[in-house]
């Protein structure tokens, strides 16, 4: 079974601030992590994926996050807030060895103070 | 260009009917998903097909049946029998046990 955990539903940061966006996770299995970002009314687009190898992870836009097995946490992270950041997030997880969906968190929806 | 592409955007429904939303895939994806978003709940799932021909119950099929006779396509349908139908779906794609998860711009349902 897995789960996963975003904390803060809502998080409001000024242009130009450090964006922090928190996720833990449970798994049974070693996890595949990803965080999607997604717009109004639109569909989800990844951000980025930890599967293996490397902890910190590139992603688009300037994202990017570290999986630490010790805490379950994959938090997401942008040095400069800029106004087009302003999304809702998630957290998902995948157990490996077969594609039978992801388990989301709830989402968190990022606010850009100019 | 390739993508995910569901109809329609916007979807009426009326107290006892059935309703159908289309996914449609050219991503030559194995793999194909519904999820259902309601607002603070993320996302879950509904049905997932991994093959042609075969589909699994994720975890809220209650009032939803689906399926899968082309590798393309994979329609759900929202039947009477689901009592709470307002929501976003949504449809992803995934190449076979590839757990990257690519997503249509989804379909919003309401009911009149």
């Known amino acids: 079974a897995q789960s996963v955990t975003q904390l803060g539903s809502h998080v409001s940061v000024s242009e130009g601030a450090l964006v922090l966006l928190r996720c833990n996770y449970s798994s049974s299995v070693p996890p595949y992590l990803f965080w999607y970002v997604q717009y109004p009314n639109q569909g989800l687009q990844l951000l980025l994926k930890y599967t293996t190898g490397a902890t910190l992870v590139k992603g688009i836009n300037g994202f990017e996050a570290e999986f630490k097995k010790s805490e379950t946490s994959f938090h997401l992270t942008k040095p400069s807030a800029h106004m087009s950041d302003a999304a809702e997030y998630f957290c998902a997880v995948s157990g490996r060895g077969g594609a039978d969906g992801l388990t989301f968190g709830k989402g968190t929806h990022l606010i850009i103070q100019p | 260009d390739g993508g995910i592409t569901q109809s329609p955007k916007y979807l009426f429904r009326k107290e006892g009917q059935n309703v159908t939303l289309s996914c449609e895939q050219n991503l030559n994806h194995d793999a194909m998903y519904w999820y259902r978003q309601d607002p603070g709940q993320g996302l879950r799932l509904i049905y997932y097909?991994?093959?042609?021909?075969?589909?699994q119950k994720g975890d809220i099929a209650e009032g939803y049946s689906v399926s899968r006779e082309k590798k393309e396509s994979f329609p759900l349908t929202v039947t009477s029998a689901q009592k709470n139908p307002t929501a976003f779906y949504l449809c992803?794609?995934?190449?076979?046990?590839?757990?990257?998860?690519?997503f249509g711009p989804g379909t919003r349902l309401l009911v009149l």
């Open positions: 992803a794609s995934s190449i076979f046990r590839e757990e990257t998860q690519y």
């Open positions: 097909s991994q093959i042609v021909n075969d589909f």
